[in-house]
C-alpha cells in the first residue's frame, strides 16, 4: 500500500455532484468537489503511475479502426485467437484492447457502476478478459476523463475510484483514457499559472484517474488519450505510461509524416515508461502503399511509440503480416537496456533538410541503428557518413539490412541505398 500522497494545489470552480466510493485520497477529492463553485482551491494527486507496469511501449491490437462501435464478444476474441495463429504472441503483441461503446448508456442505479452491455458481451468483460488471459494474453478497456465517452458512454470523470475499482475486479491490464465531453469547469480556457501544464485543468483531470489506479492492487498501463493538448509530452510521465500527441489517426501518408513530425518535436520525452502516441497502426486499413505501410511500422518502432494494431485481423495478407511481426524492428523498440528512440541527425556535410528528418539513429543492445525514410514522391538514392552517425565515427562498417536479415557487407566511409517513394530502409551498422 502505497503512503498517503503530497497534494498540490489549483484553482478550479463548480465541481459539485463529484463521488468517490474508496479511501483517504478518494474521500479527499470528494470533498473538493463538494465544495461551492463560488472560487475554490481544488486538491490535485500527485503520485505518479505504477511502474509495476509500462516500461516498454504496449504492442497489441484495439477495436476501434476495425469497427467502431460495432462490437462484440466474439470480435473481440477473434483477435485474440489470431494473435496465436499469425504468430503476433509469439512476436510480443500482447493487448487485446476493448475501445469505446461497450457498455450500456446509464450506470447502474443502485451501484453507480458502469455495467458491460450484455448484448455485446455476453459473458460481461470479466469473462472476455479470463479467456484472454487463458491464451496468456491482456485485456484492455476504454473510459473517459470527461462526463461521457466520446460515443457517449458513461465517463470516468467524478468516478475514478469507483471505475478503477471495477476494472481491477474484472481482471483489465491497459486503459486508455479519452478526452471527450469535458464540462467547461474542467477545460482549460488560458495558459495554467507559470505556465505549468501539470497543475492545467486538463492533467488535473488524468491525475485523478491515477491516483485511483494507485489505490487498486492490480497494476493497469494507463494511457492518456488526450490527443496532444496541454502540453501533455512535459508532464505524461508524471500520470500515465503513454500519451497521444495529435488527434486521430488515418490510413494517409500525410498523417504519417504529420505525426512522425510531432514525435520528432518531443522526442527528449520518450524513455522508459515513458512514451509519446502516435496513435493506433493503420496497416490493413485504407489505400496506403506498402512502402507506406513498411513506414508507419518502421517509424513506430524507431521513434518507439505504442504500437496497437488496428484493423481486421483476418483480413491481413502476407507481406502485411511480415511487416508488423519483424523480429529486428520489434526487439528495437522492445530493448530492455535503451528506452530512448532513434532520433534525427543529418547524414552528410550538405544534406538538404526535409519536414519530416529522413534520417534517425538509435541504439540497442545490438549495437547503432539508421533508419531512412524517403518522403519525396519517387525512389531516390540517400546516403549517410558514418562519422555523422551518433555513435559510430569514421572507419570502415558492416551494414545489415534489418528488413531482410541479410548481411549487406562491408563498407568505408559511408554508405548508400535507393530508398522506394514513401519507403523506409533499416539498418544495422557494426564495426567491420
Known sequence: MRSTPT?????????????????????SLNAAATTTSTGIAASAPTLPPTHSVGKLPALGWNTWNAYGCNINEDKVLAAASQFESLGLADAGYQYINIDDCWPLKTRDASTGRIVPDSTKFPDGISGVAQKVHDLGLKLGIYSDAGT??????????????????????????YLKYDNCNVPSNWSDSSTPPNDNWYNSNSAIRYRRMTAALDEIKRPIQF???????????????????????????????????????INVAHLSAVDFFSHNDMDMMEIGNGDLTIQEQRTHFAAWTFLKSPILLGTDLSKLNA???????????????????????????????????ASPPEFYAGRSTRGVHVFVINTGDAPAPKAFDFANVPGLGAGTFSVHDMWSGKNLGVFKGSFNVTVDRHDTAAFLVTRA
Open 319 to 353: 507481406t502485411q503480416i511480415e511487416i508488423i511481426t519483424n523480429r529486428e524492428l520489434l526487439a528495437f523498440h522492445q530493448d530492455p537496456v535503451f528506452g530512448k528512440p532513434a532520433a534525427p541527425f543529418t547524414p552528410t556535410p550538405s544534406a538538404p533538410t
Open 7 to 27: 497534494l498540490v494545489l489549483y484553482s478550479l470552480s463548480g465541481l459539485a455532484g463529484f463521488t468517490y466510493a474508496q479511501g483517504d485520497l478518494s474521500r
Open 223 to 261: 494511457n492518456l488519450c488526450i490527443w496532444g493538448t496541454a502540453n501533455v509530452w512535459d508532464w505524461g510521465a508524471r500520470v500515465g505510461h503513454s500519451w497521444r500527441i495529435s488527434g486521430d489517426a488515418s490510413a494517409s501518408w500525410n498523417f504519417i509524416t504529420q505525426v512522425i513530425g
Open 148 to 173: 461521457q465517452t466520446c460515443a457517449g458512454y458513461p465517463g470516468s470523470l467524478g468516478n475514478e475510484a469507483l471505475d478503477a475499482q471495477t476494472f481491477s475486479e474484472w481482471g483489465i491490464d
